[in-house]
């Protein structure tokens, strides 16, 4: 029995999501470390050389990223503290 290996075993191919959400494909040689953004999206930074030989880089994510919150800062949902406590009866 003989088995067909394709492509390098040393390359690995790794699916991240670019800005728009789309899933693409890309070698993890060219990925930088893990860090996360400023929405707190998981991303790595890719190192990629254009046919005219600029290289170039561009942020890409291990997950579908997040845009900017809507909620402003002191705004939100209405919690337990933000409510009137009716005050205690006592019956008897």
Known sequence: MVFKMSGSPLLKDVKMY???GDQITVDDTTLGKVYRDENGNEARDYTYT????EKGTDVLYLNKPRG???IKEGEGPNTPSDRLIDPERNFA
């Not at 254009?50 to 030989?53: N, V």
Request: charged content about 40%; glycine content about 20%.
């Open 50 to 53: 254009t046919k005219e030989g």
């Open 18 to 20: 670019n800005g728009n």
């Open 68 to 70: 900017e919150s809507e």
